[in-house]
């Protein structure tokens, strides 16, 4: 008598059982890495919005010096030439 008909009805259910027991496994960890890459999803999308926020007050920024520029470079220019012919006391 061999050993080896056994074997395969063993074989035939240990499959099964392996694919149950590696799935009640594999699910926390899934359900877990879910959650780990929704925070970080979250915490890209806040600084993402801290960046958009931060380059937007530069831009106003910089439009207000470009204003200032272009607006007042004539009367700064009349300015400096009235210094140059002020005496000096």
Do not use: C, H
């Amino acid at each position: 008598m061999s050993i080896y008909p056994f074997l395969i009805p063993l074989f035939a259910l240990s499959i099964p059982i392996v694919a149950i027991i590696a799935k009640q496994m594999v699910q926390p960890w899934l359900a877990l890495r879910e959650k780990q890459i929704t925070t970080e999803a979250s915490l890209i999308a806040e600084k993402a919005a801290q960046y958009a926020a931060q380059t937007e007050r530069l831009e106003q920024r910089v439009r207000v010096l470009e204003r200032i520029t272009t607006d007042r470079g004539i009367d700064i220019a009349d300015e400096i030439e009235k210094l140059r012919d002020a005496p000096l006391n």
